[in-house]
């Protein structure tokens, strides 16, 4: 079935430094989606992407629907300790698939030293 | 307030005696869904539901069962529990479409 690779697996960064990841796969995604997850909860929807080469923002988060639809990035400026936690990407399998039924990637760990 | 409850957050049990992991959601939600959390594995779905009734395998379903006869439950049943279950387990649901998904909190389950 579809899959989605994301890099990298961790990173260790010093408060304030930007921060860069991303996710591709083989096959073609109509919807991207980046997750949160923080110690202890559940994954919390950051930003989702409709349209190849769309650009979004949250805040101090950037995210951009690739081209040819097989792959996404997500930058995070300045970065603080509460972007700790774990980044994933994710997207509904199929053509026209609906967010309620997604496969995530593997996600990047994310830890800021203050 | 708008939720997605788990329960048990925390359960230890022995391989075989079966076992239920409870999800409740009170947003009227069409899609619901479970997942496994593993170390280095990301998120892999078990088995989703779209409506009451309807239900279909996710990636990884083998030694799980759910049932929908409810909108708002969505149990995950595991009838002989293996310690090769032992994971962090995630109930989520969505109005479906371009609607996100709303996570629970989690039941980090250990067999042994």
């Known amino acids: 079935g579809q899959q989605l690779n994301q890099s990298p697996q961790s990173m260790f960064i010093q408060e304030g430094e930007d921060v860069s990841m991303n996710c591709t796969s083989s096959?073609?995604?109509?919807?991207w989606l980046w997750y949160k997850q923080d110690p202890g909860e559940g994954p919390v929807l950051l930003i989702a992407?409709?349209?190849?080469?769309e650009l979004t923002s949250n805040g101090r988060l950037t995210a951009q629907f690739g081209i040819t639809r097989k792959d996404s990035f997500l930058n995070i400026s300045a970065s603080i300790p509460s972007d700790v936690g774990i980044y994933f990407c994710?997207?509904?399998?199929?053509?026209?698939?609906?967010?309620?039924?997604?496969?995530f990637g593997k996600g990047t760990k994310l830890s800021v030293k203050p | 307030e708008a939720q997605v409850t788990q329960n048990p957050r925390y359960l230890i049990t022995v391989t075989g005696k079966k076992l239920t992991v409870t999800c409740s959601q009170n947003?009227?939600?069409?899609?619901m869904s479970w997942y496994r959390q593993d170390p280095g594995l990301g998120l892999r779905q078990i088995y989703y539901?779209?409506?009451?009734?309807?239900?279909d395998k996710g990636d990884v379903p083998e030694g799980y069962k759910v049932s929908r006869k409810e909108k708002r439950n969505f149990p995950l049943i595991l009838e002989s529990p293996s310690p090769n279950q032992t994971s962090l387990y995630f109930c989520?649901?969505?109005?479906?479409?371009?609607?996100?998904?709303?996570f629970g909190n989690g039941t980090r389950l250990t067999v042994t």
């Open positions: 947003m009227n939600h069409e899609y």
């Open positions: 539901s779209m409506n009451v009734e309807v239900t």
């Open positions: 096959s073609i995604f109509n919807t």
């Open positions: 989520a649901s969505s109005l479906g479409g371009d609607s996100p998904l709303h």
């Open positions: 994710a997207g509904p399998p199929g053509d026209g698939g609906s967010q309620g039924n997604l496969i």
């Open positions: 992407l409709y349209k190849a080469g």
